[in-house]
């Protein structure tokens, strides 16, 4: 399929099930949240349906009634594909397809499919693909599974008809792609080795939080990509920063998380999240102008434990307290955090505050900044 006709604008229906064991509020904020991943993928959304039942069904996820309703809407709305914010098994994916006549993905896919796009060095491609691959490969049962990624980095598929055959090359290709990340990694232990003269600080955070923002406005010639849609970040970027006088950090910038980001993808991304795990303090950003602001919150800490950077040291920064006025969300969400450090990369506000308690709390845990001879490195 040529380049251009992947780019061409396809319509979508975003679809929802909520069960019993969902909250609701959690779960709108979800689908609103699945219709920006779908703008951040070029897709136009055109409607959207929910359905309200005690617990999925497991051939369609939906119901009987509901996949028709479904069916109609798409037809009505002439929209070709429907995303799914709940994760569909091979076999709900599969006779969904086959119901409704259109093409069928979830939030997973999404998110892959959104990452194949925006990475552009060599480690973030091959990080991207072998996410695919192995995402692929956990729903390879279904024989249309593999058509699925079109546009995908180098996810053109072998096209044969056999299970084995098809598998076969696949898993080869995973083999190729971890040996690559890990010669590609062994460059950057290196390097990083050698930049093991400052402290390293890493952002995390939630996607579109802010953190991009704030490395550029900490480090102003760093011109980090700076975008309104989601995963503007999928490479690591590390920038000197200067803080005090003999006080230096490196400040790394890292892929965002998001509810429920696919396991495949956390492990691919593994070196590039290492940044993180290996960094002497982490400065976790959270939108604070955003409504829900605690469930990112949530989020944030789970990936965080989920890669392994739970015991690092965190400063937890409230970004964008521009925004809004003294009745807002961010009022609110600054009395309850209090320990947390407001500011506005966009702005500049409170920088100076943040740069003085990235200095303080290294200096309690960073063995670097602890040593006699420390201001002599800089
Ligand atoms: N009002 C306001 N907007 C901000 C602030 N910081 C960032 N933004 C905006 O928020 C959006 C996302 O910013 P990024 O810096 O790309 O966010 P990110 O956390 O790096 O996002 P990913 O790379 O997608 O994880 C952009 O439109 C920024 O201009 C801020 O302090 N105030
Ligand atoms: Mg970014």
Partial sequence: MSRHKTEEIERAVLAQLVHSRMDPFEAADSLQELSRLADTAGVLVCDQITQNRPKPDGGSLFGKGKVEDLKNLLHEKEANIVIFDN?????????LTKALEARVMDRTELILQ?????ARSA?????????QLQFLLSRIPVTAAQQRFKGGIGMKGPGESRLQLRNAPMRKRVTELKKKL????????????????????SLVGYTNAGKSTLLN??????????????????????????????????????????????????ASFKSTLDVAVQADLLLIVVDASYPHVNDHLKVCYETIKEIGAAEVPALLILNKCDKGSSDSAVLHVTEQYPQAIPVSAKSGYGLETLKQSIVQELQKCCTLWQLPSATSRT
């Fill in 217 to 266: 406005a900490l480090a102003p010639r760093s011109e980090a990509y700076v975008d309104d849609r989601l995963f503007a970040t999928l490479d690591t970027k590390t920038r000197l920063v200067w803080l005090q006088q003999n006080k230096q950090v490196l400040l790394t910038d890292t892929v965002g998380f998001i509810r429920n980001l696919p396991h495949s993808l956390i």
């Fill in 123 to 131: 480690e973030a491609q091959t990080q991207v693909e072998l996410a």
């Fill in 87 to 95: 994760p569909l098994s091979a076999f709900q994916q599969f006779n």
């Fill in 114 to 118: 959104i990452f194949a796009r925006r």
């Fill in 182 to 201: 890990a010669e590609i990694q062994k460059r950057s232990v290196a390097e990083a080795a050698v930049k093991r003269k400052w402290p390293v600080v």
